[in-house]
Nanobody, 115 residues
Framework: QVRLVESGGGSVQPGGSLRLSCVVSGIDLSINDMGWYRQAPDKGRELVARLTSDGVRYYPPFLEGRFTVSVDKAANTVSLQMNNLKPQDTAVYYC?????????WGQGTQVTVSS
């Protein structure tokens, strides 16, 4: 049974940092690509980071290098380090496989960037 549990969100001021974690159960991280996604109010869900099973990372250009995805396979945890946060980063953040399995979404973790 697949379970994805995100944590680490919170409220920060612009320019701040947060580190999100996703504990993964039921997915073999050695053979599955993983992604971090976000959904802002009144917007669709978008991919913000991808990590392939062999360690290749991808980020959309609009992030300008501010996010870093990593994995600890021994702990079955995928993390997202977010630096220089901006108000437009405000969203609920989720992890999932990449491409996502729509039956596997967790509850997400809320990130709010505001002064």
């Amino acid at each position: 049974q697949v379970r994805l549990v995100e944590s680490g969100g919170g409220s920060v001021q612009p320019g701040g940092s947060l580190r999100l974690s996703c504990v993964v159960s039921g997915i073999d991280l050695s053979i599955n690509d993983m992604g971090w996604y976000r959904q802002a109010p009144d917007k669709g869900r978008e991919l913000v980071a991808r990590l392939t099973s062999d360690g290749v990372r991808y980020y959309p250009p609009f992030l300008e290098g501010r996010f870093t995805v990593s994995v600890d396979k021994a702990a079955n945890t995928v993390s997202l380090q977010m630096n220089n946060l901006k108000p437009q980063d405000t969203a609920v953040y989720y992890c999932n496989t990449q491409p996502p399995d729509f039956g596997n979404w967790g509850q997400g973790t809320q990130v709010t960037v505001s002064s």
